[in-house]
């Protein structure tokens, strides 16, 4: 199978992925380049911020790969106050980013409910409506998810992390709390709630397969999401999958599967918003900027308080935990005229690809 033969469809099979996976040298170029076209051709060479607020690491779920889970007691619990929240949601809206998203550890608990249904409320209050929310704090309820969406976020992330029911069940703890067709279900509510819906995958895994990654990029097609945030698998050294460190790709080759999985993404679904992951930059210093010349068009800068930002590690060396929002944002403006693209300010940048998917609906 010739690679030239590939790129110029604009689906894929399995094959053809794993395939457009292992390209290497001119090869490698060829499908960059042809991903770089797809995304100047339909989304133009902009990037658009959510300013992110973590504002909370405490979290109900033990996923065996992450850092903040239930089971790590070698970590500094946080949450933000309210006003805390507010005030990073002011900044965002002051410096004209459009968009900011609120992260957070799992809890399911009707306090939680509306406390966040009340912070929705008070960011569209103080931004006059004009700033757009993006949601991730993972699986809910479908009356909660609408309770959500009523009070004004309109985008959801909910990564799914793997596809394949095997690797999922070897990455997260085998009981009721991490059950994976809930996470489908979940996804499946956001959609008909009417949110722009997100999902990603990590890229790196232990056990995790070519063809593991292409069945990710062909779900990802067949659900047809709106958005993506996908980035390579990071170890923390306080997680369960730590005892497989020694099997892992090298951070090198994690780094360039995950280019790879975004360009081949983008030739598949050309007008989606797909994240510029920032355990990408933990890999490589200008990492995010090889993200957005490939395909990405989505930069999330930190504007959680910077005391907090070093107890939401997900994963080891995570970059950007000491700098203020300030130094965030001018490193990152300056990071996108590297990679030939221009910050878009004062609009929410969605997904194209939604309104489409709407549309088709009626
Ligand atoms: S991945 Fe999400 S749900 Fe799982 S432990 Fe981490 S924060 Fe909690």
């Known amino acids: 199978m010739k690679i030239t033969d590939i790129l110029v469809k604009d689906s894929f099979s399995k094959e053809e992925i794993v395939r457009l996976l292992h390209a290497e040298g001119e090869e490698r170029i060829l499908l960059f380049n042809r991903s770089s076209e797809v995304k100047q051709k339909y989304i133009g060479n902009k990037v658009w911020f959510r300013g992110l607020i973590e504002f909370s690491n405490v979290c109900g779920k033990d996923c065996l790969y992450c850092g903040i889970r ?14 805390e929240i507010l005030h990073a949601a002011k900044f965002a809206f002051e410096n004209n980013y459009g968009s900011l998203a609120l992260q957070s550890g799992e809890i399911e ?12 409320n008070a960011i569209k209050e103080l931004s006059g409506g004009r700033l757009g929310i993006t949601l991730s704090v993972g699986e809910q309820k479908p009356e ?10 309109h ?15 070897k990455i ?5 709390k991490h059950d994976f067709q809930r996470r489908l279900n979940c996804l499946r509510s956001l959609q008909e709630i009417g949110y722009q819906t997100g999902t990603g995958v990590m890229i790196g895994l232990p056990f995790q397969t070519p063809e593991d990654l292409a069945g990710d990029l062909l779900f ?29 790709l090298p951070l090198r080759e994690r780094f360039d599967l995950t280019l790879k999985m975004i ?6 679904m050309k007008d989606i918003n797909i994240v510029a992951a920032t355990a990408l930059q933990a890999i490589d210093p200008v990492g995010r900027e090889k993200a957005v010349k490939i395909g990405a068009n989505i930069l999330m800068p930190n504007i959680t308080p910077g005391r907090y930002r070093d107890s939401y590690k997900l994963y080891d060396n995570k970059p950007c935990t000491d700098d203020s929002a300030e130094d965030c944002q001018s490193c990152l403006e300056a990071r996108v005229s590297l990679a030939d693209a221009e910050v878009v300010y004062g609009e929410w940048g969605d997904s194209q690809h939604y309104d489409k998917r709407r549309n088709r609906k009626q």
């Open 220 to 248: 990802m097609k067949e659900f047809d999401i709106d958005m993506c945030g996908m980035g390579p698998y990071i170890e923390h050294a306080d997680t369960p999958l730590i005892s497989y460190a020694g099997e892992l």
């Open 70 to 83: 239930k089971g790590n007691k070698n970590l500094t619990r946080y949450n933000l106050s309210d006003d």
């Open 263 to 268: 360009a081949i993404l983008r030739i598949m």
């Open 172 to 176: 997260h703890p085998d009981n009721k």
């Open 109 to 120: 608990s009707p306090a939680f409910t509306k406390r966040v249904t009340k912070l929705l």
């Open 144 to 153: 909660v998810y609408k309770e959500w969406f009523d009070a004004g976020a």
């Open 155 to 169: 985008r959801y992330l909910l990564r799914v992390e793997s596809t394949n029911r095997e690797l999922y069940s």
